[in-house]
């Protein structure tokens, strides 16, 4: 949702396509068995028998139904573990916290005569889609812009903006839904488009600034940061915004947002305004606290809005500096890993 923001791409919901029919399966599956999740021959819904050489579904229509083992549609690199039926899911989850699931085939929980229920458009790691999952994705990129299409051409004229829904925790009105969308300068450690305005730190380095390093640090090395992985805390980079002299721009931070391994920082935003050269003090200092660390037990880029609409924290010139601080007790790392960095207009100007 931020990278999609930063670039004014449309958001698309795959949860909301998806989930509501991995909740209804969910529920059906609970009626007929609340600690395995596995359904017997009477569920399924082709020739009233289990045919494991088609992609046959139970109790909800395919792919919302359960489905065989497919393991020829996760990609390789989710695939250690093979599949994972959907009992395993909900039971790593945590999301059943009265009962305890009894998933393991092996160990004999899914009684004679009844089948586990295997998702198909999950991977195994219940995050990740499967190559089915993909295709579901991209058949609703494309029927939106299809249809979107066909909208305009049937009209005779442009879409008109004020029939498009409004994402409602994004913005209030479509002036101001305009104004966020509209990043003035993102500064990125990826290159998403042809245009590429790269991350760097600003240069000379100043005194005292160390301990983050540009690397990628997954398995891959497909993915790139700043990162800071200092147990002592205490690490610090420094980059800037430079953009013309206006009353109100709002400046944000991309970080790597992850269930185990990180840290706590501040992020201090100096407005310098129209004085590029520093001569004088800083107009005004914003600081925020953020904290890497989340429970969904997924890692992914995320938006943190550092100076707000209604107070100009930055006019101009801005110099945005991390300083992490010392891990904290029972925490297993202490990384902060920086992405982006970005700006735009303030919506309150436009109200």
Not at 88 to 96: A, M, V, W, Y
Not at 105 to 132: L, M, T, W
Not at 327 to 343: C, H, I, P, Y
């Amino acid at each position: 949702m931020g990278v999609a923001q930063h670039y004014q791409i449309p958001v698309i919901s795959y949860a909301e396509a998806l989930f509501p029919g991995f909740w209804r399966l969910k529920q059906k599956l609970e009626e007929i068995d609340e600690q395995t999740y596995s359904f017997g021959n009477d569920q399924w819904l082709v020739n009233n028998g289990v045919d494991n050489s088609n992609i046959s579904s139970a109790v909800l229509p395919y792919p919302h139904g359960c489905s065989p083992c497919q393991p020829e549609h996760i990609i390789e690199q989710f695939r250690p573990g093979g599949c994972k039926s959907m009992c395993t899911f909900l039971d790593r989850s945590g999301i059943i916290k009265e009962r305890k699931l009894r998933c393991n085939a092996k160990n004999g929980d899914i009684p004679q005569g009844r089948y586990e229920c295997y998702v198909p458009f999950f991977a195994h790691d219940a995050i990740h889609p499967s190559a089915v999952g993909h295709s579901i994705a991209k058949d609703l990129i494309v029927h939106t812009l299809a249809s979107a299409q066909q909208t305009s051409c049937n009209d005779g004229e442009s879409i008109i903006k004020e029939e498009h829904p409004l994402t409602t925790f994004v913005a209030d009105d479509f002036n101001q839904l305009q104004v966020r969308s509209d990043y003035l300068v993102v500064k990125d450690v990826a290159r998403i488009f042809s245009r590429f305005d790269k991350l760097e730190r600003i240069s000379p380095i100043p005194d005292g600034e160390n301990g983050f390093t540009f690397y990628a640090d997954d398995s891959l090395k497909q993915r790139p940061g700043w990162i800071a992985t200092n147990p002592l805390g205490n690490s610090r980079i420094t980059f800037n915004i430079d953009l013309p002299l206006d009353n109100c721009y709002a400046v944000y931070l991309a970080i790597l947002r992850s269930y185990n391994g990180m840290g706590t920082f501040r992020v201090e935003v100096k407005d310098y305004g129209n004085d590029r050269k520093r001569k004088h003090p800083p107009k005004k200092v914003t600081t925020k606290a953020v904290d890497g660390l989340w429970e969904s037990p997924i890692s992914v880029w995320s938006d943190v809005q550092v100076t707000e609409d209604n107070v100009s924290g930055c006019t101009g010139y801005c110099e945005v500096t991390i300083i992490t601080n010392p891990q904290e007790k029972e925490r297993d790392g202490n990384k902060v890993k920086v992405l982006t960095l970005s700006a735009r207009k303030c919506s309150s100007t436009y109200n």
